[in-house]
């Protein structure tokens, strides 16, 4: 493919955020009252939710937020690190799993390919699964504190295990719950932020993944050079096992957030 080609390839792979940008730009609104779409019933039921679980955070509805504030909030900063461990035991695992699964399967680079779609194909059923789950319960901790154990159990299955389908299996459970978090973990910040605070709360950690595939890969490829794949596995755990441990004993005031959904008609 030629260069012109691939900035054909560049253009068609951003057309759909720029699209999406326009749509954003021309429906999402600021607030309820501004959304045509919602008649006044469910205009003035989502106002009345909204302000109902801002009376119960830090700041309450209107927030006017200094950045001092935010970087003395510690439970900010502690989500921030767990994250930011979460990003580096991923990135590590993204960068190495296709030669792990040639490693123990000695298979063909198309097998790889093939094999590697098997931990995906799990995680997109349990993901939102467990999402509605959380929902449904309106637990955020705890379930973001299982999502990690499972996922510790598949990186250590996967460095343990002889047998090539044992190390498959561990890929599954490490992939289904490194992704299966995602849902209850970015509900943990607006348990305790609302406003201003949730977006520059949010913003911070959500920083720490760019920081955490930047790490992971030199860390990733000093460990690998004299430890092999088993020192790489094993440094993923120790990862996950700081991770547990922070988010486990974050304290939290309000734990538990039943979602609604708008009943039509």
Not at 241 to 264: D, E, F, G
């Amino acid at each position: 493919m030629g260069l012109s080609g691939w900035r054909w390839l560049f253009f068609l792979e951003g057309l759909p955020a720029i699209l999406f940008g326009i749509i954003t730009w021309f429906f999402l609104t600021d607030s309820p009252q501004e959304a045509r779409w919602l008649s006044d019933e469910e205009k003035n039921w989502l106002i009345t939710e909204m302000e109902r679980e801002n009376a119960g955070k830090s700041g309450g509805g209107k927030v006017h937020v200094k950045f001092r504030v935010m970087f003395t909030d510690t439970r900010v900063w502690r989500i921030a690190v767990i994250y930011l461990f979460m990003a580096m035991a991923a990135a590590t695992m993204a960068a190495w799993t296709a030669i792990i699964i040639k490693d123990f399967a000695k298979v063909s680079n198309t097998e790889v390919g093939l094999l590697g779609m098997i931990p995906g194909l799990f995680a997109i059923i349990a993901m939102p699964l467990w999402a509605w789950h959380s929902d449904k319960t309106g637990e955020r901790k705890i379930h973001s504190v299982i999502s990690l154990v499972v996922a510790l159990a598949g990186v250590l299955m996967t460095a343990t295990a002889v047998s090539p389908i044992l190390k498959m299996i561990g890929l599954v459970l490490f992939l289904v719950g490194s992704t299966s978090i995602m849902g209850p973990f970015w509900t943990i910040p607006t348990l305790f932020l609302t406003g201003a605070s949730a977006a520059i709360g949010t913003a911070v950690i959500n920083s720490c993944n760019s920081f955490g595939g930047f790490f992971a890969t030199f860390i990733s490829g000093f460990i690998q050079t004299r430890f092999g794949f088993t020192g790489i596995l094993l440094f993923v755990c120790m990862c996950y096992v700081l991770a547990i441990l922070l988010t486990a004993t974050l304290p939290l005031n309000h734990q538990k957030t039943k979602s609604r959904v708008i009943a039509r008609g």
